[in-house]
């Protein structure tokens, strides 16, 4: 079962929504964790919202701190916008996805973030075999 690490500064929006999304798609065919280097307090309320509107209720969801265990356990590493801010760890797939940052931005920008997002997951989880049916 692969697992996928979706990776962020501060883990309030954009690897939230992937995370989701991911989970949403695959079902039981993976793991997914969602993690920040340096985790804000809460979630994006704009990105909250955003999801909602696509029917996925994250308004329970905390920003997580990076671990080591979950980069060595994770199979695939989606980094969003980490920059240098980010360990690398050898051996592993990484995809670096260029997206907007929702924070501070219009609930039109991120839904067009989310959008975007639920692509690059649904590609993603393809290439992997595991969406669910």
């Known amino acids: ?36 280097s340096a985790p804000g307090e809460t979630l994006n309320p ?14 329970f969801e905390r920003p997580k701190k990076l671990t080591d265990q979950m980069a060595l356990d994770a199979d695939v590493i989606v980094t969003m916008g980490c920059g240098d801010e980010c360990p690398y760890y050898p051996a592993k797939r990484y995809d670096d996805w260029i997206l907007t940052d929702p924070a501070g931005q219009s609930l039109e920008v991120v839904r067009a973030v989310r959008d975007d997002i639920k692509a690059r997951v649904t ?11």
Not at 11 to 30: H, I, K, T, Y
Not at 123 to 133: D, P, W
């Open 123 to 133: 590609s993603l989880l393809g290439e992997l075999g595991v969406l669910a049916e």
């Open 46 to 59: 704009a990105v909250v919202a955003a999801m909602s509107e696509a029917g996925i209720d994250i308004s």
């Open 1 to 36: 079962m692969p697992e996928i690490l979706f990776l962020c500064v501060h883990n309030a929006g954009r690897s939230q929504m992937a995370a989701a999304f991911a989970r949403e798609l695959g079902g039981d065919r993976l793991l997914v964790y969602s993690a920040g």
